[in-house]
């Protein structure tokens, strides 16, 4: 190689080392937002969880969360105290002349803050985690259990698990139809993106709160007689054509079931404590 071919080789080396990479300013910027509407997105997520289907959960994500963003319970009532307006016994409250004693599903949730519709490999990754979790949860059989006539016994040691995905943009046909016909079972919920939020792209969210409303599903093997909840609660998205805002509720008999969870009335751990804990500021559902 001549010296005026080494020393052109040797420029280019030099001008690709300062130029800029994939971690320019403008692309760590970038990165950086979208770190923190996944995050603002799980902190609204859980707060409308808590507030409006009785969930108590919290955060998980890292690089070691094993598939899941948050955790914790679902605190639905009980066939009896759904079925009597007076029943005794367990967690629960009354409200409404309801007294609900409480009894609790293991949850699992994934929250994705993103543009486009969610597809079905999302329902396939959550399904994977269920599984996992379900594996691990379930009781080594006893002597005594052997002589029972029916895996009744064994069965009722375990406490139902749920895999709830939630995502800020609509679920694909497919991503519904393989929630739907997952044996695990499922809640599909769509939040669409808060009115009062990034003002980036104002005249396309303008345009989105009059054409988005949220919705949630419940899959037969959650909301079937044979599932978690019975077959005695209804999904809804409730509506106020005055503020323009929706939310979801739990049914039964077009009556709806008053949200609740022990943390927050005992007082042992509100969802501002776990909002200051992770750094999140508090917005308006």
């Excluded at 329902?123 to 002589?147: C, F, I, K, N």
């Excluded at 679920?171 to 997952?182: G, I, N, P, R």
Aim: proline content about 7%; aromatic content about 6%; charged content about 20%.
């Amino acid at each position: 190689m001549s010296k005026t071919a080494s020393t052109t080789a040797l420029r280019q080396v030099l001008t690709n080392l300062r130029t800029p990479g994939p971690t320019s300013p403008t692309q760590v910027r970038g990165s950086l937002s979208a770190v923190h509407r996944g995050l603002a997105f799980e902190k609204r997520s859980l707060r409308l969880l808590q507030s409006c289907l009785s969930m108590s959960l919290h955060h998980v994500g890292g690089k070691s969360d094993g598939g899941v963003d948050l955790q914790g319970w679902w605190w639905v009532p009980t066939s009896a105290s759904i079925s009597s307006s007076k029943a005794i016994g367990g967690h629960g409250e009354e409200e409404g002349g309801w007294s609900l004693p409480r009894r609790r599903i293991r949850v699992f949730a994934q929250c994705k803050a993103e543009k486009k519709k969610l597809g079905p490999n999302y329902v396939r990754e959550l399904e994977g985690v269920l599984y996992r979790h379900r594996h691990r949860s379930q009781p080594v059989p006893t002597p005594s259990d052997a002589t029972t006539s029916s895996s009744a016994h064994v069965q009722g040691f375990e406490i139902p698990i749920v895999g709830v995905l939630i995502s800020q943009s609509p679920f694909t046909k497919s991503a519904v139809l393989h929630a739907t016909s997952s044996v695990m079972p499922f809640l599909l919920l769509h939040i669409p993106p808060h009115p009062s939020g990034d003002h980036e792209h104002e005249q396309e969210q303008e345009a989105a709160q009059d054409a988005e409303v949220g919705s949630m599903v419940f899959n037969q093997a959650l909301a079937s007689r044979s599932g978690p909840l019975g077959g005695e609660v209804e999904a809804r998205w409730e509506w106020s054509a005055e503020t323009r805002q929706g939310r979801p509720g739990l049914w039964w008999r077009g009556r709806r079931i008053p949200s609740w969870v022990p943390e927050v009335d005992r007082g042992d751990t509100s969802i501002s404590a776990l909002s200051e804990q992770d750094g999140w500021k508090d917005e308006e559902l």
